[in-house]
């Protein structure tokens, strides 16, 4: 294998040390809703909650039914929001069928102070204005431009990322961060033409789609930082976007999965939550 292995562990490890005495000396909480019992969110959520303990945050699960209304999660969503010593808390998504068609109304709920998911219009914008204003970014993306630093990998200024996933959580935010550093970015999505005349242009390729072997090597720069942000489950076995033994012989750096930006997702989120504490105490 000719890539450099980018393993999130490592990056989470290093933010969980600096962020550790600042749990201690802030002590924020913080409140994971699940509504029912999605499989993928209970494995996302149970690392969350392990990863609190790891760095000795207050933290809360409250495990809705499946069946709850949208009234019911408004209410509690209205608690939270006044409860002075909850930090910061989120909705775990996917939610149930039936309220899906209400996830902007129920993100619309949060306090923005509290959203350290990062998910609200209010944070989305700041994350928009430049990098100063990114102070509760979302997750996943932080995550990804974490990656990207500690690695030393170079200045993303300049170089050309280009992004598989156009979501509000990853792709549109993550596009905004990079822009915010200057790269220069493009972001494809299912309509886009032909994914691999784009991919292959890329200094930094980033995929988050969840479908497996989406990115072959032949769609891959020779010597491209390739960031595989995708999950697909088939039984126990978690896989990620990008065709990995093919990929890693042209990639100069390549991220796994699992064990690559998973847990840099978990660290930005409690980065959020210590954050968010330090702006409430001001
Ligand atoms: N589902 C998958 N990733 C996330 C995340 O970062 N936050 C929330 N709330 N739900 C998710």
Redesign the pocket.
Known sequence: MSAILLTGKEVADAMFKQLTPLVKKLDPKLVIVQVGDDP??AS?IKQKLKSCEAVGMRHEHMHLDATVTKEELLSVIEKLNGEPDVTGF?????LPKHLQEFVPQIIRAIEPKKDV?G?TAYNIGKTLLSKEFEHLP???PSGIIAMLEFYKLGKVEGKHVVIVNHSN?VGKPLAVMLLNRNATVTVCHAHTKDLAAQTKQADILISAVGKAKLITADMVKKGAIVIDVGISRSGDKLTGDVDFDAVKEIASAISPVPGGVGPL?VAS?IRNTVRAKQRQIE
């Not at 989120?90 to 996917?94: G, K, N, R």
Request: proline share 12%; hydrophobic share 50%.
């Open positions: 993928a969110s996302y989120i909705v775990q998504l996917p998911d998910f979302p997750a996943t959580v997702t989120l």
